[in-house]
């Protein structure tokens, strides 16, 4: 080897680390981890290369256990019929803009392909617009996102979601489900309060599951039902942050933890409760949404929202089982930024 071809490699070497060592501290600069000590924070316990936060407890035996629940052979779709200018949306959201190919009459006068005939369709809707799973890095604080990855690393516009997508749940998607029907509960159609609270606190949970006569047990999924979805089709206009809902609230964290709950999703927008408390922002750090930072930003517990769980809750009174299998995996498109889902109860 030449002196100059020795002198060119050992420079591409100095420059290799020197880059490496530029990156590692932009990381370290970008995610000191100061999050505070008192907030709860499942960041490591899987690894640090860990990408599905709680999807983490639903193991192999759990899911077969989900699989024994089947017992009639019964389906039960739990994603919201989405139609153009009826289906509940978030202000400011498009929802879902067809675009028809063929129809019945094209081929009618001119036939170009005989009796053979087809149709087709396009569609545009964000990927948070109908049901949907939120990925863990969805909604972060500061600069870093589930587990402690730098948000400007792993979220680019040509890129998508390189880390924490929600495709990385599909090998997970299968567990047992629960629903918490709070306005069954309450004999409500629709529940905007609880005591004159929007709160739904962790010992309310409980006091319905005991009534239903289920227990949340490791790797279950939590789905909760308010009557929203019902409410909100076919409203003259889409629902706001002014309009408010019942959902959870800063007290829910241990009691996912302790429960050891994998998902929770529920049938409105946010699934926590809106307004905010004061004192839950405040905790978090934030100005609307403190527990999208708590559950899915620091617990990485995904949160399922917009779901339609009026089918279920019927079922569910009639047979008085509030338990089932439960299928969740989402649209599979590349780096999603959110899981469009269409998730189904199997009794």
Not at 155 to 184: E, M, Q
Not at 211 to 235: C, E, F, M
Not at 323 to 340: D, I, K, V
């Amino acid at each position: 080897m030449k002196i100059w071809q020795f002198v060119s490699i050992f420079f591409m070497i100095v420059c290799f680390t020197i880059g490496i060592s530029a990156i590692t501290q932009a990381t370290d600069k970008l995610c000191p981890d100061n999050r505070p000590a008192n907030w709860p924070s499942n960041w490591g316990k899987w690894g640090p290369d860990d990408e599905i936060g709680t999807l983490n407890y639903i193991t192999p035996e759990i899911m077969k256990d989900a699989a024994r629940l089947i017992k009639k052979g019964k389906v039960i779709g739990l994603a919201m019929n989405v139609t153009p200018g009826i289906s509940p949306k978030f202000v400011g959201l498009q929802g879902l803009i067809r675009y028809m190919g063929p129809d019945g009459a094209d081929f009618l006068v001119t036939r170009p392909l005989g009796n053979y005939s087809f149709t087709s369709s396009s569609i545009t809707i964000e990927d948070h617009g109908s049901t949907h799973l939120d990925p863990l890095v969805h909604i972060w604080w500061g600069n870093c996102t589930y587990n402690n990855r730098p948000a400007p690393e792993i979220i680019k516009h040509f890129t998508g979601v390189t880390k924490c997508s929600s495709n990385a749940y599909i090998p997970k998607s299968f567990t047992r489900g629960v629903l918490i029907d709070v306005a069954k509960f309450l004999g409500k159609d629709y529940v905007d309060n609880i005591d004159g609270s929007p709160i739904l606190t962790p010992e309310m949970i409980d006091k319905i599951a005991a009534a239903q006569g289920v227990t949340i047990t490791p790797g279950t999924a939590v789905l909760i039902r308010t009557g929203w979805v019902k409410k909100w089709t076919g409203a003259p206009k889409p629902w706001g942050m002014a309009d408010g809902e019942v959902g959870i609230s800063c007290g829910i964290e241990k009691w996912l933890q302790e429960k050891e709950v994998s998902l929770i999703g529920a049938d409105n927008v946010a699934l926590e409760a809106i307004p905010a408390t004061k004192e839950c922002k405040e905790f978090y750090k934030v100005p609307f949404n403190p527990m999208h930072v708590g559950v899915l930003s620091m617990l990485g517990t995904p949160i399922l929202e917009f779901l339609d769980l009026e089918e279920l809750s019927a079922d569910c009174a009639k047979d008085g089982v509030y338990e089932f299998a439960f299928s969740f995996a989402p649209f599979r498109y590349h780096n999603a930024s959110g899981g469009l889902v269409s998730p189904t109860a199997i009794k």
